[in-house]
């Protein structure tokens, strides 16, 4: 039986296919020889297999599409000319492509390709939505690089980052057995006096040269301090006095990639790295992790490519913080396979509720999935909520809540952008209501002050305490004009910046309480993508919590802005323990008279634990409301010693 697919790819010869590690699920195929009606030609199309659908796609490429007004050479998409016998590698984030012939006009003599310079040509091409070709860059003597050719063979040194190209047949059709080598090369900043070296931040617009193979020799540093190196997309959890960090996105030397290791933070303030005693899980960043016990949960993330629509990874491990090892939890048909996906233990049970998320084509999710720790095999479980539900999303929180038995998820990026509203997941019918935001069903349409928080955000780092979850910072989209960002004349463009507030949420009322910081302070830079914990006892203080990492979206506010946020590796602590001096001013809750607390004042951030101040909640009373007379209330202010009587 011959099955025929709707929409597939020609038959072909001297084509090339690769599998990029950020394209998880997908096979690329470009170029080659077809033959039609007799007549042979060679073609520069691409398509993509999408092995769980089975079926095949073509890859449009279509123009550039800027909101300001750009050269036109900015904004329009090339194309690599038509070839075949042409090489192909995957790299991280994408792919190259050198060489290969192609014909001339008489569609018979075959031409080797080359750039302007006489060099192998070689093109990137970047997945993405939309995808895109670029030349590569080359720079160097034209005089020192590989001819044009076809026929040779594209490798990947991935420890070096070096693409290796040997062989091949020349014009003549002579063999070659020379093997070359292309290399990144930095932009060379300063003067002779205070010279500094820069990468591009994405490997497509990067400088490369080529040089011949020779043996690779390892660059030596000067020995520093140990610390795990700047990052964001990791995840933390406290325990046993330690702070745990696993993975993220760090700076290698040249840009952001994917980390697999494990960091601890004692309570001397020192840094160690763990060397687990088994197979580790594949680097990631984004993913799930939390704690069950004294093991540490992991799951899904992207990885082991880096930044964008990256490799989505639906694989749970299971570490063991005593034995130090790691084991995989076995898959099974429901398993999430997501990123950046949030995610709340059920009180200490082994089990675990998650909602939201990036799947594998970079969308939203909008499923929700329940995990047990306890169950050797289908660990995993969907859930299908009925009624209504809220849009699918990423860069939401989510809190449970024990004493009503529901998960409350607010905030977060959809479709249409950023998110303010607020959903009840009942646990017991699982069914969902909207209790805040624009949707005509919500219990409290939008705008509502004491509802909004800190408004349209997305990926802050949350912490639940007692009755209060925590939020500090996140990222907000911005408008700004095109001339301002110096990208042009005319136009407007989004750009994403810091929110550098904290937020508490009471988990009872699902009001929003913002959090009053002392802005005299050192206040943390890096607040997207961060990770907040709540420890029982940090360096000698009392119910911290410790926000470790992050990225900082400030540079892109820069003019000319930056394309990537900066990772931070910092710590930063912040005291909620009830007060143990009698210092005037140590109050740290406000009442309005009413109903519940006005505000809530916290200390500043500090990232130097040994100066931490110790400020408190104390005892407060409820004001009841009976008609129109209030019932007065004794607030006991232990700061100063006295009670005042409010109506």
């Known amino acids: 039986m011959t099955v025929g697919w709707e929409r597939s790819p020609a038959s072909r010869h001297s084509h090339v296919s690769v599998v990029i590690p950020s394209e998880q699920g997908l096979l690329y195929m470009f170029g080659g020889y077809t033959l039609s009606g007799g007549a042979g030609t060679v073609n520069n199309d ?6 769980a659908a089975q079926g095949w796609e073509e890859v449009q490429f279509p123009a550039t599409v800027l909101g300001c007004d750009l050269p036109a050479e900015a904004q329009t998409l090339r194309l690599p000319p038509k070839r075949a016998g042409h090489g192909m590698v995957s790299m991280r984030t994408g792919a190259i492509t050198c060489g290969g012939y192609a014909f001339k006009a008489d569609s018979q003599t075959k031409k080797y390709l080359a750039d302007d310079d006489g060099r192998m040509d070689c093109w990137w091409f970047t997945p993405g939505s939309p995808p895109r070709w670029d030349a590569v860059k080359i720079v160097g003597d034209s005089s020192t690089a590989p001819v044009a050719r076809n026929s040779h063979t594209m490798s990947y040194d991935m420890e070096h980052g070096k693409v290796i190209v040997f062989g091949g047949e020349t014009l003549n059709g002579q063999p070659l057995n020379d093997c070359w080598s292309l290399d990144e090369v930095a932009e060379i900043i300063g003067t002779d006096n205070e010279t500094s070296y820069k990468f591009a931040d994405f490997e497509y617009k990067g400088n490369y040269s080529w040089s011949k193979c020779d043996p690779v020799h390892s660059k030596t540093s000067n020995k520093t301090a140990l610390k795990p190196q700047a990052r964001y997309g990791h995840q933390s959890v406290y325990f046993h006095n330690s702070l745990y960090v696993v993975g993220g996105f760090a700076i290698d030397g040249k840009r952001v990639t994917a980390k697999q290791d494990i960091w601890i933070l004692k309570l001397d303030i020192s840094w160690e790295e763990l060397m687990p005693t088994t197979r580790t899980p594949d680097a990631r960043g984004y993913h799930a992790m939390w704690l069950s016990g004294f093991k540490i949960l992991l799951h899904g993330g992207q990885g082991p490519s880096g930044s964008g629509v990256a490799a989505v990874l639906g694989d749970t491990w299971q ?4 034995t130090k090892e790691w084991h995989q939890k076995a898959s099974s048909a429901a398993v999430p396979i997501m990123s950046n996906l949030a995610i709340n233990p059920l009180d200490n049970s082994a089990k675990a509720i998650s909602f939201g998320g990036r799947d594998s084509s970079g969308n939203p999710s909008g499923r929700l ?6 169950k050797a095999t289908d660990s995993w479980e969907r859930v299908y909520p009925a009624g209504v539900r809220p849009s699918r999303r990423t860069g ?9 038995a529901r998960i409350i998820t607010s905030f977060g990026l959809d479709g249409s952008g950023m998110q303010e509203d607020t959903w009840i997941l009942d646990l017991g019918t699982r069914m969902w209501k909207c209790w805040y935001g624009s949707a005509p069903t919500c219990t409290y349409p939008a705008p509502n002050p004491r509802y909004s928080g800190p408004g349209k955000i997305a990926f ?5 305490a007692g009755l209060y979850s925590f939020l500090f910072g996140g990222a907000r989209v911005d408008v700004r004009s095109c001339k301002e960002m110096n990208m042009g004349t005319t ?3 989004a750009v994403g910046s810091n929110v550098n507030e904290m937020w508490a949420m009471d988990t009872s009322t699902l009001g929003f309480l913002k959090v009053l910081l002392d802005t005299t302070k050192p206040q943390p830079k890096a607040t997207f993508l961060s990770s907040m914990v709540v420890a029982s006892e940090f360096s000698g203080f009392k119910q911290p919590l410790v926000l470790a ?20 590796n910092e710590v930063w602590v912040m005291d909620t323990a009830r007060q143990e001096s009698l210092v005037a001013g140590d109050n740290m809750a406000e009442l309005d008279g009413e109903d519940d607390m006005l505000q809530i004042v916290l200390p500043g951030w500090c990232n130097n634990v040994m100066m931490m101040n110790v400020l408190w909640i104390d005892s407060w009373l409820l004001v009841m409301s009976m008609g129109k007379v209030r019932c007065p209330v004794c607030v006991c202010m232990h700061a100063i010693g006295i009670c005042v009587l409010r109506a």
């Open 491 to 493: 136009g407007k463009v």
């Open 369 to 374: 999935y329940t995990f047990s720790a306890s």
């Open 396 to 404: 939401n929180t989510l809190v449970y809540d024990q004493g009503s």
């Open 46 to 51: 691409m398509w993509a297999y999408d092995q």
């Open 460 to 464: 802050p780092s949350q912490v639940q």
């Open 319 to 322: 570490f063991d913080l005593f």
């Open 549 to 568: 990492g992050g990225a900082d979206l400030s540079c892109t506010t820069a003019s000319p802005p930056c394309t990537l946020p900066m990772p931070s």
